[in-house]
């Protein structure tokens, strides 16, 4: 079973700030497989990213995501007001399904 | 436009069976490539996969969890039905059910796999 590990647990930035949010896997994992959400509290996950880069509809250029084999990037250019929450990266496997990684929350400092 | 919708009990007691369903409109599981899958939270929590089923009734269970859950579908209603037994307080958690769409990567050689759509989520305690 392919783990994931999300870094940090916790960022904290201001408004404008670049974020930086990674997403590692215990084994290669095709690019294909590897999704990005963004969860507010109270709200359902919302897709952010697919295929590691493809954004979603209606989702903002500010976000981006990158990466291939066990390192994958969710990077956020400026941060907005609405964009603080938590984050999580999701891969697929065969034999597994689906896996969520354990979220970064994404905090004004 | 896609929407889903969870819907069962709020609170059941422990070693009882809990059944939810997903009501979804705006697809048809009866097209192909389309799954609606389940996945849950529990507070303060990272989120679980637990099931998902396709069009063609093939169904994917969370091996973790795969003795103690069905994943069944009515098409002509429009509903999916998660059922797990022998509930526990552990198993408190939002339960969400997420659609799932067939989208090959011609780059890659490979189906890309996330949930597009989500429900709102429906909140079960398991307590006595």
């Known amino acids: 079973e392919i783990v994931l590990t999300q870094s940090p647990g916790t960022l904290s930035l201001s408004p404008g700030e670049r974020a930086t949010l990674s997403c590692r896997a215990s084994?290669?994992?095709?690019?294909?497989?590897l999704a990005w959400y963004q969860q507010k509290p109270g709200q359902a996950p919302r897709l952010l990213i697919y295929?590691?880069?493809s954004r979603a509809t209606g989702i903002p250029d500010r976000f981006s995501g990158s990466g291939s084999g066990t390192d994958f990037t969710l990077t956020i250019s400026r941060l907005e007001p609405e964009d603080f929450a938590v984050y999580y990266c999701?891969?697929?496997?065969?034999?597994?399904?689906?896996?969520f990684g354990p979220g970064t929350k994404v905090d004004i400092k | 436009q896609i929407t889903l919708k969870e819907s069962g009990p709020t609170l059941v007691k422990p070693t009882q069976t809990l059944t939810l369903t997903c009501t979804f409109s705006?697809?048809?599981?009866?097209?192909?490539?389309?799954?609606v899958g389940w996945i849950r939270q529990p507070p303060g929590k990272a989120l679980e996969w637990l099931a998902l089923?396709?069009?063609?009734?093939?169904?994917r269970y969370s091996p973790s969890l795969k003795s103690r859950l069905t994943i069944t579908k009515d098409t002509s209603k429009n509903q999916v039905v998660l059922t797990m037994t022998n509930m526990d307080p552990v198993d408190t958690a939002t339960y969400y059910c997420?659609?799932?769409?067939?989208?090959?990567?011609?780059?890659?050689?490979?189906?890309?796999?996330?949930?597009?759509?989500w429900g709102q989520g429906t909140l079960v305690t398991v307590s006595s």
């Open positions: 999701q891969q697929y496997g065969s034999s597994s399904g689906f896996t």
């Open positions: 705006g697809f048809s599981l009866s097209t192909s490539g389309v799954g």
């Open positions: 084994q290669s994992v095709s690019s294909s497989y």
């Open positions: 997420a659609h799932r769409q067939d989208d090959y990567d011609i780059l890659t050689g490979y189906y890309r796999y996330y949930f597009d759509y």
């Open positions: 089923i396709y069009w063609n009734d093939d169904k």
């Open positions: 295929g590691a880069s």
